[in-house]
């Protein structure tokens, strides 16, 4: 069994999708290991939240990164302080691909 490990997808869901091809990922076969930081900065956060949550369901081990941590304190917290460190962090290509693009 192989073990692969993946981090800081970013909101790139072409790419991550494309890197799995590109090792020819087989849950039957292989350990999926990812490294948390799915969202911000690239434009598809959602769509990557979204598979990652199909992926741990099929067995893929996913862990929490620092951006994801900043993204679910804004969500929890809602204060000026985190909102505004999370949005200095990249979060505006996250809250467009939940929101759309003439949400701010």
């Not at 290991?33 to 939240?49: F, H, K, T």
């Not at 893929?60 to 302080?81: K, P, S, Y």
């Amino acid at each position: 069994m192989r073990i692969l490990a993946i981090s800081d997808i970013h909101g790139c869901y072409d790419e991550f999708n494309q890197l799995l091809s590109d090792v020819q990922y087989n849950p039957a076969k292989d350990q999926l290991i990812l490294l948390g930081d799915y969202v911000d900065r690239g434009l598809r956060s959602r769509e990557v939240i979204e598979q990652v949550m199909e992926l741990r369901d099929a067995g893929a081990v996913t862990l929490r990164g620092n951006h994801d941590q900043m993204m679910l304190d804004a969500i929890m917290l809602d204060t000026d302080e985190v909102n505004s460190r999370w949005i200095r962090n990249g979060a505006r290509h996250t809250i467009e691909s939940y929101c759309g693009a003439d949400f701010f």
